[in-house]
């Protein structure tokens, strides 16, 4: 008999051990996932100029980058974020989102602050500078307990300055 209870035991402390060897490679590869497709996209609104759109969607690239990748998972944005599905169009405030994009103007706040200082004197030679934060989803998808946490990840890109002349 204590033979028995012992080979249980041991039965049992090897499929915990499994199971949590499962759950870090199902999050390691669904990390992983997120970041390559936060890195693409980064790197097409950068090399685009800031134009991430096509009308009211996101153009086609992003959906492309999306897509190769096979990147489902979704959450919802935070404030002042806009989602959008894996297929590009925007999704209500609310809903879950495959990706969130917030556009960040840099230089209103410098070049209110030169206007108040310098009268005016320098704004007309500032040039209007943004960039764009992301926020992408991945998840711990356990294959029998399905989704149990659900985390994201941040990404910006570098300063894109808009020339208008």
């Known amino acids: 008999m204590k033979e028995s209870v012992s080979v249980t035991t041991i039965f049992q402390i090897v499929i915990l051990f499994i199971l949590l060897f499962t759950a870090i490679m199902c999050l390691t590869i669904n990390n992983s996932n ?3 497709v936060k890195d693409k996209i ?3 609104i950068e090399m685009n100029n800031g134009n991430y759109l096509d009308g009211d969607s996101l153009n086609e690239e992003i959906v492309d980058a999306i897509s190769q990748e096979a990147y489902r998972t979704t959450g919802i944005c935070e404030d002042g974020y806009i989602g ?3 297929n590009g169009e ?3 405030s609310g809903d879950r989102a495959s990706v969130c994009i917030k556009e960040v103007n840099v230089t209103n706040g410098i070049d209110n602050y030169l206007n108040s200082v310098l009268d005016g004197v320098v704004s007309a030679e500032f040039i209007e500078g943004k960039y764009y934060q992301i926020i992408l989803f991945y998840q711990l998808d356990l294959p029998v ?4 946490y659900n ?3 941040k990404g910006e890109t570098r300063i894109i300055y808009q020339e208008n002349r």
């Open 34 to 36: 997120a970041f390559g």
């Open 42 to 44: 980064l790197n097409i």
């Open 84 to 86: 959008y599905e894996r």
């Open 90 to 92: 925007r999704v209500n």
């Open 145 to 148: 307990f399905r989704q149990a």
């Open 151 to 153: 985390f994201h990840t």
